[in-house]
């Protein structure tokens, strides 16, 4: 049996391993999208560097776009085999894909508009709502905990990694010349007290395990100091300065989480009347739905809150805005308010409109709530010192505030990571293999593991291989 790492190798974005059993059997973990790239966003994802149509399983640690979002692509390109996951993660795909597809629709016929007037080659986009519909027909939810029979000698087993509704570490057993070889895919690694979902939980040891490694590096605030940040950005930018809130946030869990704490604190009467929040995300606004529909999921708090507040998730001046005439309305609204829009790193959606209107104003403040990739729109604007930027090809000077809390992440830090992975015993592990991390964050990961007692650590490059 050997592996292959075809994305979030060296990188945090793309997710993709590819195992082939000695039977022949192909499975894929993870299907994701590459996300933040520039030009080479493109080109990368049309890539897929294996064969669709030799693929038989398709298994899925979570729903974010950068895990499952070529799906519908591998679809495209003649996959017929069967996606397993977690039931919440499919309810998530189900909406996902398909906006990811909208989105690639609309921007192909934006970007076509502007090649016919300088008569350039038009572009096809990736997959279409189509395809990302009919790819749900693969899917096969399971729920946590169950030992699942995918093949002959091939079962897998999901368990709560707590970093989004749906999550779960993939621990896959594959028998090999009478032997069990236990892998198991962490996926992401959440926190150990989520403000909504439940705690991850220890997976059964394996043989092999492939960590994720995106904030290997450093440390987060303490939650608290994290809601008493957002409060205090708040009250400074819409009641001080009478301005916008900009809040960049992924549609899926940070945006319910942003709005479970502002849902709290107007609770507490903490939160401004006068201070209209607007959640401006079609796909957010199902998402919601979703959320409401697994509350076996949530933590003990959550559920203790819904005991006095059936919803924790809408407030009076709360409002969830799916028209996109509504949407461009905010942009000239004159009143103080928070919007909160995806996507997070900026590079696509709504939310670089909002930012693009609403960043030359003083009044104004743009709070990034999570992680970014190094070329993305979302990590460039927080540049230190710098005075414009080009956003849809037009350069805009930089006169709101640039903010981040990075304790809204669902990804956990170095030392909560190991902390979670300590559920292993480090003597049976034959080898480590670290992915989805920026190579020198994956570097000190390393480092940290090894002081942990941990051995035979790789840090894969794109397209290595090894033998299992």
Same mark, same amino acid.
């Given at each position: 049996?050997?592996?292959?790492?075809?994305?979030?190798?060296? +990188?945090?974005?793309?997710?993709?391993?590819?195992?082939?059993?000695?039977?022949?059997?192909?499975?894929?973990?993870?299907?994701?999208?590459?996300?933040?790239?520039?030009?080479?966003?493109?080109?990368?994802?049309?890539?897929?560097?294996?064969?669709?149509?030799?693929?038989?399983?398709?298994?899925?640690?979570?729903?974010?776009?950068?895990?499952?979002?070529?799906?519908?692509?591998?679809?495209?390109?003649?996959?017929?085999?069967?996606?397993?996951?977690?039931?919440?993660?499919?309810?998530?795909?189900?909406?996902?894909?398909?906006?990811?597809?909208?989105?690639?629709?609309?921007?192909?016929?934006?970007?076509?508009?502007?090649?016919?007037?300088?008569?350039?080659?038009?572009?096809?986009?990736?997959?279409?709502?189509?395809?990302?519909?009919?790819?749900?027909?693969?899917?096969?939810?399971?729920?946590?905990?169950?030992?699942?029979?995918?093949?002959?000698?091939?079962?897998?087993?999901?368990?709560?990694?707590?970093?989004?509704?749906?999550?779960?570490?993939?621990?896959?057993?594959?028998? +090999?010349?009478?032997?069990?070889?236990?892998?198991?895919?962490?996926?992401?690694?959440?926190?150990?007290?989520?403000?909504?979902?439940?705690?991850?939980?220890?997976?059964?040891?394996?043989?092999?395990?492939?960590?994720?490694?995106?904030?290997?590096?450093?440390?987060?605030?303490?939650?608290?100091?994290?809601? +008493?940040?957002?409060?205090?950005?708040?009250?400074?930018?819409?009641?001080?300065?009478?301005?916008?809130?900009?809040?960049?946030?992924?549609?899926?869990?940070?945006?319910?989480?942003?709005?479970?704490?502002?849902?709290?604190?107007?609770?507490?009467?903490?939160?401004?009347?006068?201070?209209?929040?607007?959640?401006?995300?079609?796909?957010?606004?199902?998402?919601?739905?979703?959320?409401? %529909?697994?509350?076996?999921?949530?933590?003990?708090?959550?559920?203790?809150?819904?005991?006095?507040?059936?919803?924790?998730?809408?407030?009076?001046?709360?409002?969830?805005?799916?028209?996109?005439?509504?949407?461009?309305?905010?942009?000239?609204?004159?009143?103080?308010?928070?919007?909160?829009?995806?996507?997070?790193? %900026?590079?696509?959606?709504?939310?670089?409109?909002?930012?693009?209107?609403?960043?030359?104003?003083?009044?104004?403040?743009?709070?990034?709530?999570?992680?970014?990739?190094?070329?993305?729109?979302?990590?460039?604007?927080?540049?230190?010192?710098?005075?414009?930027?080009?956003?849809?090809?037009?350069?805009?000077?930089?006169?709101?505030?640039?903010?981040?809390?990075?304790?809204?992440?669902?990804?956990?830090?170095?030392?909560?990571?190991?902390?979670?992975?300590?559920?292993?015993?480090?003597?049976?592990?034959?080898?480590?293999?670290?992915?989805?991390?920026?190579?020198?964050?994956?570097?000190?990961?390393? +480092?940290?593991?090894?002081?942990?007692?941990?051995?035979?650590?790789?840090?894969?490059?794109?397209?290595?291989?090894?033998?299992?």
């Amino acid at each position: 049996m050997k592996i292959k790492f075809i994305g979030a190798a060296r +990188e945090v974005t793309g997710s993709k391993h590819l195992i082939i059993t000695d039977a022949g059997k192909r499975i894929l973990l993870d299907c994701g999208m590459f996300q933040g790239k520039g030009l080479e966003t493109d080109q990368m994802n049309r890539n897929l560097m294996l064969n669709p149509k030799e693929v038989d399983y398709v298994i899925l640690s979570h729903a974010h776009i950068d895990h499952s979002g070529l799906i519908p692509y591998l679809y495209k390109q003649g996959f017929r085999g069967t996606v397993i996951c977690t039931n919440a993660t499919r309810d998530l795909c189900s909406i996902m894909l398909a906006d990811s597809a909208h989105i690639q629709e609309l921007d192909a016929k934006w970007y076509n508009k502007k090649a016919d007037r300088k008569k350039l080659q038009h572009i096809a986009p990736i997959y279409t709502v189509n395809h990302a519909e009919r790819c749900m027909e693969l899917f096969v939810g399971v729920p946590y905990n169950r030992r699942f029979q995918v093949d002959n000698g091939i079962h897998v087993t999901f368990v709560n990694s707590g970093h989004l509704l749906g999550s779960a570490v993939v621990y896959l057993e594959i028998e +090999e010349d009478g032997k069990n070889k236990r892998i198991a895919f962490t996926g992401d690694i959440g926190r150990p007290h989520n403000r909504l979902l439940r705690s991850p939980e220890p997976f059964p040891q394996c043989d092999y395990l492939i960590t994720e490694s995106t904030y290997g590096d450093r440390l987060h605030e303490a939650d608290k100091d994290v809601e +008493e940040d957002l409060l205090r950005v708040v009250m400074e930018t819409c009641v001080q300065k009478g301005g916008k809130l900009i809040i960049p946030s992924f549609s899926i869990g940070r945006t319910q989480e942003i709005v479970y704490v502002l849902n709290k604190f107007y609770n507490e009467k903490r939160l401004p009347k006068l201070v209209d929040v607007f959640v401006d995300s079609p796909l957010s606004v199902n998402a919601t739905e979703i959320f409401r %529909m697994h509350t076996d999921s949530m933590n003990d708090d959550v559920k203790q809150t819904m005991m006095v507040d059936p919803n924790p998730f809408g407030f009076n001046t709360l409002k969830y805005v799916k028209n996109v005439n509504e949407s461009k309305k905010l942009n000239t609204r004159r009143t103080p308010c928070i919007i909160i829009s995806a996507s997070g790193m %900026m590079e696509a959606g709504r939310i670089k409109h909002h930012v693009a209107n609403n960043i030359s104003n003083w009044r104004n403040t743009i709070l990034i709530v999570g992680y970014c990739t190094p070329s993305s729109l979302g990590a460039r604007i927080q540049q230190k010192g710098l005075r414009e930027i080009s956003i849809f090809g037009i350069m805009h000077k930089i006169k709101a505030d640039i903010c981040k809390i990075e304790g809204f992440s669902g990804h956990g830090d170095y030392r909560e990571m190991l902390s979670y992975l300590s559920c292993q015993d480090k003597k049976q592990l034959k080898k480590v293999f670290v992915v989805h991390g920026e190579y020198e964050t994956q570097q000190k990961f390393r +480092e940290f593991m090894q002081a942990e007692g941990f051995e035979n650590i790789e840090i894969p490059s794109k397209g290595q291989e090894f033998m299992l």
